[in-house]
Every structure is written in structure tokens, then in C-alpha cells.
């Protein structure tokens, strides 16, 4: 080198020799930020999921219910050309007592099962829920809900615990993780408690 030239010296130069030496500061690094990814992932909330034992069943058997009802209605002509030796009156009230009863009993499921939820998926600390139904032709589709709208159920259901705007829901207790029928299912009053806001309004 020339005389009285500074020459940069290697940021690994010191006291300790070696490749280790080289490679602290880099491995601290590393460690720091693995270290704050790791914090940041702590934060985060593991989602609850639950999935109704009944929810396959049910959309099977509301399937079912709609493909007999599109029979019976396609049929109608069948039955009302067929020569079979009844009069035209009664082929036709037969055809029309065949598709009557299968629109009952195919609105009936509807009505008594629409409330049925069959999935419900929440992120720990959120504010909303996300869960799933079934449509009249079985088709599954899913809702986003939130927990400050939940209300019990107002009127008569058979298969309802809950309600958000007027729309009825029904969560498996026995079957779903009990935060979220904490969240979600309001509690059931007292068998004495309904009788005593009653006399109180009265008062």
C-alpha cells in the first residue's frame, strides 16, 4: 500500500478471529426478528369452528323433499291425460291432492328446519361470526353476523335459540364448543322470572 493511505478495514476485523465472528451480528439479527414474528403470532386469536353433526343429514333429506315435489308436479299431466277409467274430475283432484301434499310437507321441513345452523366459524376477540345455512333447495351458503345484534328468540319456534333482526337461528348446544353458545345463545330465563316481569309491568 502506499504510505500514509487509510485502507477500510473488514467490519469483522477485531478481536475475535474467525468465521464465527463474522457471522455474530447477523445471527442476532435473525434472532431479534424471529423473536418479534414469533410475539406477533402470539397475539393472534386461533379461530373457533364448529360443524353441526346434522348438517349433511339435513341437506340430503331437503333435497330429497324438493326432487319429490318436482316429480310430483311434472307428473301432473301424466295423471290428469292418463286413460285409466276415472273421470277427468278425479284424475285431476288426484293429481292436485299428490302435488298439495308434497308442497306441505316439502314448506313444512323448510319452515321447521330453516333456522338450523349447520357450521359457524369465530376468530377469538371479534366482534362477528360467520356461519352457515341451507337454502329451500338445500344449497349451502353463509352469513356474517354480529354479536352485539344477538337477541333471544321472540314468538314461537320449535327449533330456534336466537335471533338477529327477526331472522331465527338454531345452535347446537350439546355439539358446539361453549364459547361460542356463550356468545351466541342468550341464557334462558328462570321458570319465575318471566312471571315476575310480568307483575312488575303490571305494578
Not at 478495514?9 to 445471527?27: D, I, L, M, R, V
Not at 324438493?66 to 308436479?73: C, D, F, K, P
Not at 278425479?90 to 292436485?96: F, Q, R, V
Not at 338477529?164 to 348446544?173: S, T
Amino acid at each position: 500500500p502506499l504510505p500514509g493511505r487509510m485502507w477500510p478495514q473488514h467490519p469483522c476485523a477485531g478481536s475475535q478471529p474467525g468465521p464465527k465472528a463474522c457471522h455474530t451480528s447477523a445471527e442476532e439479527a435473525r434472532e431479534d426478528r424471529l423473536g418479534e414474528d414469533g410475539a406477533a403470532a402470539a397475539e393472534v386469536q386461533p379461530a373457533v369452528a364448529f360443524e353441526a353433526p346434522l348438517g349433511q343429514a339435513l341437506r340430503r333429506v331437503k333435497v330429497l323433499s324438493v326432487t319429490s315435489l318436482g316429480l310430483a308436479l311434472c307428473s301432473t299431466p301424466v295423471l290428469v291425460l292418463l286413460d285409466a277409467g276415472a273421470t277427468a274430475a278425479g284424475k285431476a283432484m288426484l293429481a292436485g291432492t299428490l302435488c298439495a301434499f308434497g308442497a306441505f310437507t316439502t314448506g313444512m321441513l323448510h319452515w321447521f328446519a330453516s333456522p338450523y345452523v349447520t357450521h359457524v366459524t369465530w376468530q377469538r376477540g371479534a366482534d362477528h361470526v360467520t356461519l352457515g345455512k341451507l337454502t329451500f333447495f338445500g344449497v349451502p351458503y353463509t352469513e356474517t353476523l354480529k354479536v352485539r345484534l344477538v337477541e333471544p328468540v321472540q314468538g314461537f319456534h320449535p327449533l330456534a335459540n336466537f335471533s338477529v333482526r327477526g331472522r331465527l337461528y338454531y345452535l347446537d348446544k350439546d355439539n358446539a364448543d361453549p364459547e361460542l353458545v356463550e356468545l351466541l345463545v342468550p341464557p334462558e330465563p328462570e321458570p319465575g322470572e318471566e312471571g315476575e316481569v310480568g307483575d312488575s309491568a303490571q305494578d
